[in-house]
């Protein structure tokens, strides 16, 4: 019996849902949760690159390794957080 | 008989016995008998050669080839220069296209030579480079949507709540 695998394209909802897991697992947290938008908006104000956006990531999901693996599938291709 | 009376004027030869003959032909009409001042080392020419067939290396050669005359050397006339020598005219080596068309300070995409061109149409052919994946930019989309001032103060309030 083959198995068939199937790649799911990650959408603009996966994305969403992603920040939502993010602030509910720093519900008791907030500012963790602020510093982490606070990185994406220098990311796009090009302020930082991919490469310091991973490197504060890695600080702020410190103990939550769930989230660094969920992170990896949005970064760009060859470059993981983990 | 000592070894040197062989040489004496009018001696007869140990080794030719007929050298006394010969001798007789070169002397002078009147008889009187010209000493020889030096011994010859090679044959003579063929046209002062005796008829006689005696060993040459003996024979007395000729008077006049004695008293030879060399050509007087030419001289330059006094205040003459000596003649100039014309060379060839230096010849200048082209320099490169680039550093006669490119002036210093200039960078080869202004001067001109061509090298700037090449360097802009070799760059035109290399493929632009891979876009970035659009997967991050929907998490910063995302991050960016909860950028909202109020929910945050929803967040601090249900912190501030359980205390």
Redesign the interface.
């Given at each position: 019996m083959r198995t068939s695998v199937k790649v799911h394209k990650?959408?603009?909802e996966?994305?969403?849902n992603?920040?939502l897991t993010i602030?509910n697992k720093f519900?008791?947290h907030?500012e963790k949760?602020?510093a982490?938008?606070h990185t994406?908006?220098d990311?796009?104000r090009g302020r930082i690159n991919?490469h310091t956006v991973i490197e504060r990531v890695k600080i702020l999901f410190d103990g939550y390794p769930d989230l660094l693996l969920a992170?990896n599938?949005?970064?760009?291709?060859g470059i993981n957080a983990i | 008989m000592r070894d040197g009376d062989h040489r004496r004027a009018g001696g007869r030869c140990r080794r030719h016995r007929r050298c006394e003959a010969a001798a007789q032909q070169w002397t002078e009409p009147a008889g009187v008998f010209q000493p020889r001042l030096w011994r010859r080392r090679a044959e003579p020419p063929p046209a002062s050669r005796p008829a006689s067939k005696t060993n040459p290396t003996c024979c007395t050669p000729p008077l006049a080839s004695l008293h030879t005359v060399r050509p007087t050397p030419r001289r330059r006339p006094r205040g003459s220069r000596a003649p100039l020598m014309f060379t060839s005219p230096v010849k200048v080596v082209p320099r490169a296209a680039c550093s006669m068309k490119c002036p210093s300070g200039t960078g080869h995409a202004l001067c001109g030579c061509g090298i700037g061109g090449q360097a802009r149409r070799s760059a035109r052919s290399v493929p632009k480079a891979v876009q970035?994946?659009e997967?991050?930019d929907?998490?910063?989309?995302?991050?960016?949507?909860?950028?909202n001032v109020q929910e945050?103060e929803e967040?601090?309030w249900?912190?501030r709540m359980p205390a």
């Open positions: 990650l959408t603009t996966d994305a969403m992603y920040i602030k519900l008791r907030p949760f602020h982490f938008i994406m908006i990311f796009s991919t992170f599938k949005f970064l760009p291709r | 970035k994946d997967m991050f929907k998490v910063v989309e995302a991050a960016l949507d909860c950028r945050w967040d601090v249900r912190v």
